[in-house]
């Protein structure tokens, strides 16, 4: 149990982590729209790489912040039965989730997107458009992490619920410094 505990803490943590570092992309992204509406109608002028550029951070924003979403439990979800339940049943129901639904999912989208970034790589893929951004096989790559973050989310999610159910406090996994207790 200690293990899982141990497993779960380092998950959350790098899921914080990087969902503090997609934080700092979006504001790079607000940055960089700003720019590109400044440019469009006041100067009356447009880049198509800026553009592109708004996009690819916005795919990385949502690939590279859905583990953080997951961990946090932003994720739209149905709550008119679940927010009435124990804890011990939406525990329950949480690993039914995520070993049924949540980690074959990302599993497939992991193995499926690997080849399409590996031959986006192999060409050397770039934008289509004139003065497009190069490496579309970088942006490509961001599936297949964002999804590998998610299984790992995933996976703390299952053990997390498991230890619920085997009578761990679910309060103990609130962030706090717990570095001072017995075990």
Request: charged share 15%; proline share 4%; with cysteine.
């Amino acid at each position: 149990m200690r293990f899982l505990r141990s497993y779960v803490h380092w998950i959350d943590t790098f899921s914080e982590k990087v969902g503090g570092a997609v934080g700092w992309l979006t504001t790079l992204m607000v940055i960089v729209v700003c720019y590109d509406v400044f440019t469009r109608y006041v100067l009356n002028s447009s880049m198509v790489a800026v553009q592109e550029l708004e996009w690819h951070l916005f795919a990385m924003v949502f690939l590279l912040g859905a583990a953080f979403t997951l961990k946090n439990d932003g994720h739209v979800r149905v709550d008119v039965f679940y927010s009435r339940m124990s804890p011990k049943m939406k525990a329950a129901i949480d690993l039914i989730g995520c070993l049924l639904f949540l980690l074959p999912f990302a599993a497939l989208i992991i193995w499926t997107s690997k080849s399409f970034v590996q031959f986006a790589y192999m060409i050397n893929e770039t934008s289509p458009d004139p003065g497009g951004l190069p490496y579309r096989w970088a942006l490509k790559a961001m599936i297949p992490i964002g999804f590998i973050m998610v299984f790992l989310q995933g996976t703390s999610m299952a053990a997390r619920s498991f230890l619920i159910l085997c009578g761990t406090d679910p309060k103990s996994f609130d962030p706090v410094d717990h570095e001072d207790e017995v075990v």
